[in-house]
């Protein structure tokens, strides 16, 4: 790896064990002033041991280190904060009974005649808040642990920067954050890179690596497998870089042909299923799919406990409704819908992350009004949910498509609720 005039940082051949484990196996690494770089690859691939290596956590057992073009010799935190390297871990070091200004100049408080300096602190809190432009921080006086967890996440940025950090790792950042509050801190991120500040962004979500990053760099078992321009390569090279094949043939399947019919039902009818009919074959899986619900809750005694709940529980308590029993029931239900999806969702991503369907609120409650649910209260229906879901998501996928800024979003998935409610009231005064 040659160094650029721009190079920041280099890590050439480092090399880490952890008994007969190799965490790091020769790997080399790049970063740029003002540049965003991305480390990706799979749990595993040696990406927390290569930062904890920077950041002096753990000491390599051969390698080099060179910051802009000198050897940098870091064997402790201290070392590695003295020479402007800063990390952010997914789990914010804030002390969250101290105020933000405190947790800014934790370890470095201005001090006046052995006393601790309040004034001049949170003056000097303020200047570097107004300084980086991190409007979101309005009181430097507050208690951190009042704060969201992305104005924690400014606040250890500013934390990283009063201290003359030029280098700055984010270890998954986004993983609790709203899509709101992800779109702020790109905008922060954005801003330090334009000041010359190096960011090494780590994350398993390709679609932020591909929307923010200059380069990214994939780690593969303790190897380094390539670096590429973003600009240059696409989510499928990525995640074959990442796992080591084509994503085609994440899923392949062995040809296989079933036997004779061991089972054939025609035109099945009961109290519940009408017209159902399927053939099994021998040496074949059969599924039966259909919407969770679609023959639950209108056709069940369960289904009606739950609809005399949700109508009036007092009245449903009072007519002998066992309560606490369906509720523990429907919680038990959502919860294995819930580890569906999320199981879904990592299969998708690649990555398991348990605050990856937050700031998808608003897009849930859109979906079940625009497919018939009444906004006032009443029943609905699981088709129709499923219908406004799709509408929602093709509205969703075309609007970040086209660039439209996320408060703009918010603003249209805002009116075609409003729109939803308006022929809502206009059915239900037509049937008055």
């Given at each position: 790896m040659t160094a650029t005039a721009s190079t920041l940082l280099q890590l050439r051949g480092v090399r880490k064990h952890f008994g007969g484990v190799k965490a790091l196996d020769g790997v080399d690494f790049e970063l740029r002033a003002g540049e965003i770089h991305a480390l990706l690859g799979e749990n595993g691939a040696g990406k927390s041991t290569l930062i904890k290596v920077l950041g002096g956590i753990h000491l390599p057992d051969s390698g080099e280190i060179f910051l802009d073009g000198s050897p940098a010799h870091i064997r402790s935190v201290s070392d590695a904060n003295r020479m402007g390297v800063r990390i952010i871990h997914q789990e914010l070091a804030l002390a969250p009974n101290l105020t933000v200004a405190e947790n800014i100049y934790l370890g470095r408080e201005p001090c006046r005649f052995a006393l601790l300096d309040r004034g001049r602190m949170n003056r000097d809190a303020v200047g570097l808040v107004r300084e980086l432009r991190l409007s979101e921080i309005h009181d430097v006086t507050a208690v951190v642990s009042r704060l969201s967890v992305a104005r924690q996440q400014l606040v250890e940025i500013a934390r990283a920067l009063s201290s003359q950090a030029r280098i700055l790792v984010l270890d998954e950042p986004t993983s609790s954050l709203s899509e709101a509050e992800t779109e702020s801190l790109f905008a922060t991120l954005r801003r330090l890179r334009a000041q010359g500040v190096g960011i090494i962004y780590i994350s398993h979500r390709l679609e932020e690596i591909l929307r923010l990053a200059d380069r990214v760099t994939v780690l593969r078992d303790g190897h380094s497998i390539g670096t590429q321009r973003v600009g240059a390569i696409n989510q499928r090279e990525l995640v074959r870089w990442m796992v080591g094949r084509d994503i085609a043939q994440h899923y392949a399947r062995a040809a296989h042909r079933p036997g004779g019919v061991a089972l054939e039902v025609c035109g099945l009818r009961n109290g519940r299923v009408q017209g159902v009919s399927f053939t099994l074959r021998y040496g074949e899986i059969l599924s039966f799919a259909g919407l969770v619900g679609a023959g639950l809750l209108h056709r069940t005694r369960f289904g009606q406990h739950l609809y005399a709940m949700g109508g009036n529980r007092e009245a449903?308590?009072?007519?002998?409704?066992?309560?606490?029993?369906?509720?523990?029931?429907?919680?038990?239900?959502?919860?294995?819908?819930?580890?569906?999806?999320?199981?879904?969702?990592?299969?998708?991503?690649?990555?398991?992350?348990?605050?990856?369907?937050?700031?998808?609120?608003?897009?849930?409650?859109?979906?079940?009004?625009?497919?018939?649910?009444?906004?006032?209260?009443?029943?609905?229906?699981?088709?129709?949910?499923?219908?406004?879901?799709?509408?929602?998501?093709?509205?969703?996928?075309?609007?970040?498509q086209a660039g439209v800024h996320f408060s703009i979003q918010y603003i249209v998935k805002g009116l075609v609720i409003l729109a939803a409610v308006y022929v809502d009231v206009q059915r239900r005064n037509r049937h008055r």
């Open positions: 449903a308590r009072f007519t002998g409704i066992p309560l606490a029993r369906i509720e523990i029931t429907v919680y038990v239900i959502c919860s294995l819908l819930a580890g569906v999806a999320g199981m879904i969702s990592a299969a998708q991503l690649y990555s398991a992350e348990p605050a990856s369907g937050e700031g998808f609120e608003l897009n849930a409650i859109a979906a079940v009004v625009v497919g018939g649910t009444s906004f006032t209260g009443g029943v609905g229906t699981m088709y129709g949910t499923l219908i406004g879901a799709v509408i929602i998501g093709i509205l969703d996928k075309g609007l970040n």
